[in-house]
């Protein structure tokens, strides 16, 4: 009976491999790489909260990295791969306002 069960064990565990390894992100960073880092010591665990940015100082082994984050006196510590997450810094908008509106506007239909 045993045989049976094993078989099916492995069978099943092949299942699921495949299943994970389609639906896994792997996240690999560089030295200098900007990162969020996911807060886990909140009272609500539903409530997924990142703080950062903060920089990647080394990687000490395929998932683990030690972070610098400026928010925190520039302290280092280290944090698994699953922890991190990219940052992306948004580009920065720039509102002009310009004076003398019409002048532009006479010199734009002048041309």
Excluded: C
Excluded at 17 to 30: D, G, T
Excluded at 57 to 75: D, F, G, H, M, P
Aim: positive net charge.
């Amino acid at each position: 009976m045993s045989g049976v069960s094993d078989r099916k064990m492995t069978a099943v565990r092949a299942k699921r491999k495949v299943w994970h390894n389609k639906n896994a992100v792997r996240r690999k960073f560089q030295v200098g790489d900007l990162v969020l880092v996911l807060a886990t010591s909140k009272p609500n665990k539903m409530a997924v909260q990142w703080t950062g940015p903060g920089v990647i100082e080394n990687q000490l082994s395929e998932t683990n990295y030690i972070v610098r984050k400026a928010n925190k006196n520039y302290k280092t510590q280290i944090y698994h791969v699953n922890l991190l997450k990219p940052y992306h810094q948004r580009s920065e908008l720039i509102n002009l306002i310009v004076s003398g509106g019409e002048e532009i506007q006479a010199l734009e239909t002048e041309e």
